[in-house]
């Protein structure tokens, strides 16, 4: 186990409404970073955060948002949600300003939008 | 632009034989570094190996060994004598070597390996 906790595991959502993920990352680190993986796809970078800033994102658009806290856990946020937002959301957690470190993944929550 | 490109989708093999896994990339950077995870049906990414740009040298570890070549622009992945818990997705990813642009992972389709007894 990589230490990186995600809830809930699964999520239905009707279209419109608004999702929040939450994530706890491993002890130890101070970076999160968001990835969306639709089915049978490659996890496409959401965004990340360090210091409760967001410091670098992907393609997609304002209605995905995030908050970093002080202990460095993290929300997802989707508001007017889309059926295509349909997907796993990986979570992963990894050390700011150590270049040559590897992101531990948490186990990720389905969402279905229906 | 960054791109990672997993050209097999699907591989079936039976258990005991080698299997490899095809990664290529492109990248402009100079510094950057390459991964493999391993996605079994739970859904967490299982991190496998990184390597950096300014590193060719091949890695075995156990089963798992891995060739990079900057030449082709490619980080394959070898199992030797595969088994049946290897059946998962494998992923290869790319991220920029620059320490601000943060850890964002760009990462190919996946090759969903089926180990069969």
């Known amino acids: 186990e990589t230490g990186v906790t995600q809830s809930p595991t699964h999520l239905i959502k009707t279209r419109g409404q608004q999702v929040t993920l939450r994530c706890s990352s491993q002890?130890?680190?101070?970076?999160v970073s968001w990835y969306q993986q639709a089915l049978g796809q490659g996890p496409q970078f959401i965004f990340q955060y360090y210091r409760e800033e967001e410091n670098g994102r992907g393609n997609f658009p304002p209605r995905f948002s995030g908050l970093q806290f002080p202990n460095y856990s993290s929300e997802l946020n989707v508001n007017a949600l889309e059926l295509d937002d349909s997907a796993l959301y990986l979570c992963?957690?990894?050390?700011?300003?150590?270049?040559?470190?590897?992101?531990?993944f948490g186990q990720g929550t389905r969402l279905t939008v229906v | 632009a960054q791109k990672v490109t997993q050209a097999q989708t699907e591989i079936s093999v039976v258990e005991k034989e080698d299997v490899t896994l095809d990664c290529v990339y492109e990248t402009r950077d100079t510094t950057y570094y390459l991964f493999w995870y391993k996605q079994p049906p739970s859904g967490e990414l299982v991190f496998l190996i990184r390597?950096?740009?300014?590193?060719?040298q091949n890695e075995i570890s156990g089963r798992y060994s891995w060739n990079f070549q900057k030449s082709t622009s490619s980080f394959n992945f070898t199992i030797t004598a595969s088994q049946v818990v290897d059946s998962a997705v494998y992923f290869c990813?790319?991220?920029?070597?620059?320490?601000?642009?943060?850890?964002?992972?760009?990462f190919g389709k996946g090759t969903s390996l089926l180990v069969t007894p």
């Open positions: 390597r950096n740009s300014f590193d060719e």
């Open positions: 002890s130890g680190h101070n970076t």
């Open positions: 992963a957690s990894s050390l700011a300003g150590q270049t040559n470190t590897e992101a531990f």
């Open positions: 990813a790319l991220r920029r070597g620059r320490s601000n642009s943060g850890y964002a992972l760009n």
